[in-house]
């Protein structure tokens, strides 16, 4: 694993990206995808999630992408996992990461988990009591996400003290990582800015990682103003893939190959090479039907004279 860059990004395309559309890649061509993003030199790929395949279909391979992903050398293998059912297939599955995700909307958490936000932390809780008895799974690491942080499509607004109140709650369950998501791209700089400076100073060494959708044209003016405050952990989908079920032709998350440019431009090194990277988003592209992919460097190319960061030895 290369730790060395300034930034760790997390591929979620195939995770986030994948879920929101009608395609449904075959296995073979999500651990393609991940190969080729991989060789790129993203770290971190959230390969799928343990859903009940009823619900989404396109993630029901999730297992057999762990089992092709992990042989990938120097990649870290994420998957998403909803409960602790989810859980135990995520920490049985050879994962190296689990990120379970509860919102911090109550309105949000009451309309999808059908439980008031505190129960959701009970269900977290359980999830790090779960590893905590079973030796075997020590190694996987536990992310836990707060999702509907800068707002949410039932009630708008999601209060700081809402967020805040729930973070400090996850914060003392002591996961490895604490993702905080704009799950529907209601965020703006300046409360990305108010946000993440509280939760870092809160989260002391657990890592704090961005989540951010590009819905409203703001998913790199959040990145930026992450940045400003201390957060080194981004996650991004190739191509911008995803949409938002909520906002019929708005894009996904912000947008991998954009994001690269944006650090790599700012001497801020990823590790990724951004000319390998398009050719990841070439082959995720031949595989789309109907769906629309986003991102300027894909259309303008890189400027004349482009750099990439110099990694310090
Ligand atoms: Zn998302």
């Not at 009940?52 to 990649?75: C, F, H, S």
Request: proline share 5%; net charge negative.
């Amino acid at each position: 694993m290369n730790t060395d860059n300034d930034i760790w990004i997390r591929e979620v395309g195939t995770r986030d990206g994948l879920q929101s559309i009608q395609t449904q890649f075959s296995t073979a061509n999500k651990l393609e995808w991940i190969r080729l993003e991989a060789a790129a030199g993203i770290p971190e790929i959230e390969v799928g999630s343990f859903v009940p395949p009823k619900l989404l279909p396109q993630m029901a391979d999730t297992a057999e992408v762990v089992d092709g992903a992990v042989m990938v050398n120097d990649l870290t293998v994420s998957v998403l996992v909803p409960n602790l059912r989810g859980a135990q297939a995520g920490m049985a599955s050879g994962a190296h990461l689990i990120n379970f995700p509860l919102s911090v909307s109550e309105a949000h958490s009451e309309a999808n988990l059908r439980k008031p936000v505190s129960a959701a932390i009970e269900d977290f809780a359980n999830v790090m009591n779960y590893r905590r008895e079973h030796p075997e799974h020590a190694h996987v690491r536990i992310g836990v996400g707060l999702a509907t942080a800068f707002g949410c499509t039932i009630s708008g607004q999601v209060a700081l003290a809402d967020v805040l109140r729930a973070a400090e709650k996850v914060t003392a369950l002591a996961p490895d990582e604490i993702a905080v998501a704009d799950t529907v791209g209601y965020g703006n700089p300046a409360q990305c800015r108010t946000i993440f400076r509280e939760i870092l100073a809160m989260a002391g060494d657990i890592p704090v990682a961005a989540h951010f959708h590009d819905t409203r044209g703001l998913g790199l003016a959040n990145v930026d103003a992450a940045l400003e405050v201390g957060v080194r952990r981004f996650d991004s989908s190739l191509g911008g893939l995803g949409g938002c079920p909520y906002a019929p032709g708005a894009s996904g998350n912000v947008v991998t190959d954009d994001l690269v440019f944006m650090l790599e431009a700012m001497g801020l090194t990823t590790g990724v090479d951004l000319n390998k990277l398009l050719v990841a988003r070439q082959f995720m592209e031949q595989h789309l039907s109907d769906e629309p992919t986003f991102g300027a460097i894909a259309n303008a190319g890189l400027p004349k004279g482009f750099a990439p960061a110099m990694q310090r030895a």
